[in-house]
């Protein structure tokens, strides 16, 4: 399996870009097409010296994005990047998958213009896998999709089932909806739509609203709201994890006692970062576009790059974007016949009030 | 001054609500009048033994509200309970404010109905001191307010301003707006209307968007939002610090070294809890209504209650409400003029168009 990879996206490419690609080579079944600056990526092939030259490959993309690029420009003004050209290798056919760890925005932007989003999809999502207290769940989006009506919520439940079901290998994953608990209003107008839908749809395992605070208890495999609220969790989750280091770190270098109690802890704070760490998990897809495309983190090491290729290879081979598609269809079919089925019991409703009156 | 004090609301009442009352007595001037069952209220004076008599008064309220009622229904079936007769007194003007750390939405539902909102405010909300890495912030709301108007947003920040005015003692409050930060579309529908009326009002100090990213970085003083991101943000971090805190925990106790170390450091653990447990402020105001009412965190014990109370007779002190009223009515009208300029400069415009054609 040939895998595309942004070798210019991150903010430290081309060479930890490189370095992961060469890890992810030698470790899996696969071949690697880095794509950028062909002398850069040549000069970080080189000094690594010994990678297996059989199973990577380079091809020449003219420009980069950089991270303070504007999405909307760069999807337009940067055709020649090397986001743009590893879309490409996708689209026609010449990879099965492409990974990037540059420009969030950018890359979704360019993914939806160059794959297109999959028949039946509206919406294209990105999930993050989150560590929690049972494991892990799936929550989407997380991109900027805001503002979304009841179809989006159940597109966003059905692409995240199907990704929770390869990821974590569950059979039928469980979907919670992301909203809060105060009685009388369960959520706001959309959440409390998006619920009347999601908790009739056959296609899904749906088991209810998931409250922030139960967010990292881990109830459901996957978590669906809209990119606002999606933000809102990730990033405020993110903070709060920044905000609590800082306080320990202040904490634990208050005196010379605390420092030295704090130095032989220094491995159990190390794997405390290393489990509560989202990113840790190589790459976030964005789901719904035609062909697999993973967003690894702004500041990916080889060792997260390796990780995104790995859930790259992962999706590609198991055909995720065919079974989102089967299930979309599906689902959409279904609520043809609700519809339908709605529509006629109305009528005969009426009929009988007519009939009986 | 007078302070009402629910007696029965909380997860360690009445006691820890009694021991709480007795220490606001003692260190401030005001009289306490404890609201609920007369015979328990005396037990807990009668077992703290050595109190200020002359500062603490008792009366009886036939009925509790529970932790597990049903707001709705509390309100309108428990109308001799604590929580009801404690805000007829501020109604009647016999105390200046009221104190629960009972069922918060139960609370906000009969303070709504009893105390009714202030003039021009259609929401009363309810705002939360977060502590970050600058100092402190209030977000609000994170009560029950859902899809909620510009206007809303605008009376958000004049009452969290009038409110951060007073307990962090700064005379013009920054405000912020929670958002996303996603280029092309900063914000959904709401936001973005939001965003447009904040900038334009010379009543408060509004300094753009804040990112979940940004939240515990500490930028603005009053953060605002609907009560669904508000509510989000805030019970996520909740999740995020307890799942961290598991974390921690499981990794300090791995082996015996590592739980040696972690007991010299447990002063510090401690005290970390303390600065980055939002609660320890003593509870959250509900602004807007008619009257000072305080809702403090149901797990409140005597020290916890001792703050709150001591919130009360601040606002009180300082007259929130008279700050409020002034600036949402200065807000209202200044619309208007807005409105009325708006209107007469597009006659203009049409005239000059009609005129120069």
Redesign the interface.
């Known amino acids: 399996m040939r895998i595309a990879v942004d070798a210019m996206g991150g903010d430290h490419a081309p060479r930890e870009i490189v370095k992961g690609a060469i890890l992810a080579a030698k470790e899996y079944d696969i071949h690697i097409i880095l794509v950028g600056d062909k002398t850069l990526i040549q000069q970080e092939l080189d000094k690594a010296g010994n990678y297996p030259k059989e199973k990577i490959s380079v091809i020449h993309a003219e420009e980069a994005i950089t991270m303070d690029d504007?999405?909307?420009v760069a999807v337009r003004k940067k055709r020649k990047s090397s986001v743009h050209e590893g879309l490409r290798l996708v689209k026609k056919g010449e990879a099965r998958a492409f990974f990037s760890a540059g420009n969030t925005?950018a890359v979704m932007a360019c993914a939806k213009l160059i794959l297109r989003p999959i028949e039946g999809v509206d919406r294209p999502a990105i999930g993050a896998v989150l560590?929690?207290?049972k494991g892990h769940s799936v929550i989407l989006d997380i991109?900027?999709n805001?503002?979304c009506k009841s179809i989006h919520f159940l597109q966003f439940a059905i692409m995240g089932s199907a990704y929770a079901k390869i990821v974590f290998q569950k059979d039928e994953p469980t979907v919670g909806l992301?909203?809060?608990g105060?009685?009388?209003?369960k959520?706001?107008?959309s959440?409390k739509n998006a619920f009347n839908l999601l908790k009739t749809s056959p296609l899904i395992k749906f088991i209810g609203n998931v409250?922030?605070?139960?967010?990292?208890?881990g109830g459901a495999d996957v978590v669906v709201c809209?990119?606002?609220?999606g933000?809102?969790?990730?990033?405020?989750?993110?903070?709060?994890?920044?905000?609590?280091g800082?306080?320990?770190k202040e904490?634990?270098t208050?005196n010379f006692?605390?420092k030295m109690?704090?130095l032989?802890?220094k491995p159990?704070?190390e794997?405390?970062k290393k489990?509560?760490d989202y990113t840790e998990y190589g790459g976030a897809p964005l789901l719904g576009v035609n062909g697999i495309c993973i967003i690894g983190h702004g500041s990916s090491n080889a060792n997260a790059v390796k990780n995104g290729i790995k859930v790259a290879y992962e999706l590609a081979e198991q055909r995720l974007n065919q079974l989102i598609e089967e299930r979309v269809k599906a689902s959409l079919e279904r609520l043809k016949v609700d519809k339908v089925e709605t529509f006629w019991n109305n009528i005969k409703d009426r009929f009988k009030k007519i009939t009986s009156d």
């Open positions: 504007l999405p909307s925005g560590p929690n207290a991109g900027a805001v503002d992301l909203s809060i105060e009685e009388d209003l959520g706001n107008e959440t409250e922030g605070k139960e967010l990292y208890k809209d990119g606002f609220a933000n809102i969790a990730l990033k405020v989750s993110e903070s709060a994890a920044w905000y609590i800082k306080l320990l904490e634990l208050k006692i605390r109690a704090a032989i802890l159990a704070f794997s405390l489990r509560a």
